[in-house]
């Protein structure tokens, strides 16, 4: 079985490139320049190796029979073509990927739609340099000061307060 004639890279360099983030741009041309540079050395050969003029070697060497053993052992070479043992295993890790990939743009439309509701949340409230303590307490219920039902030590910062507990710190030992 003979290789197959490559004839123009099968890559779609312009999709590629669309995908290619901005820090990785050189690494992106060196790759591309190589693989055009290495198909341009392939296409500078002719697709089939010349043909040998053995009338001509027969012509020019004087041992008997020789040329004829070298036709007769070139014409019986055959170079094989390696096996494919590998693009089951290709196929299945880009099934894998793929899956991974749509479980990824689910989770991030997921997330794109939670962020579209709190920016219209934040849309729809008063400017901060016209919102008084009562309007912030009304949006913000979670972080706003409430000396009554949660009362803080100023500077009303979670690490002041009296039961904070440092996350990262070691925990106390037992003496």
């Not at 290619?20 to 693989?35: C, D, G, N, T």
């Not at 099934?95 to 739609?113: L, P």
């Amino acid at each position: 079985m003979a290789a197959k004639r490559i004839s123009k890279s099968a890559i779609d360099w312009a999709q590629l490139s669309e995908r290619v983030p901005p820090h990785q741009r050189p690494q992106f041309l060196a790759f591309k320049a190589r693989s055009d540079g290495y198909l341009r050395r392939v296409l500078a050969y002719p697709e089939t190796a010349p043909a040998i003029d053995w009338a001509f070697y027969k012509a020019k060497v004087p041992v008997a029979g020789m040329v004829d053993e070298f036709q007769k052992q070139y014409g019986a070479l055959s170079i094989p073509y390696p096996p494919d043992t590998v693009s089951s295993q290709i196929d299945s890790q880009e099934k894998e990927i793929k899956s991974d990939i749509e479980k990824f743009k689910n989770d991030s439309n997921a997330r794109i739609a939670e962020y579209k509701k709190q920016l219209a949340h934040l849309a729809s409230l008063i400017p901060y340099d016209q919102m008084t303590m009562e309007d912030y307490r009304d949006a913000f219920p979670d972080t706003a000061l409430d000396p009554i039902n949660r009362p803080t030590f100023w500077p009303h910062t979670p690490e002041e307060q009296i039961d904070y507990v440092d996350k990262d710190a070691p925990p106390p030992s037992g003496h």
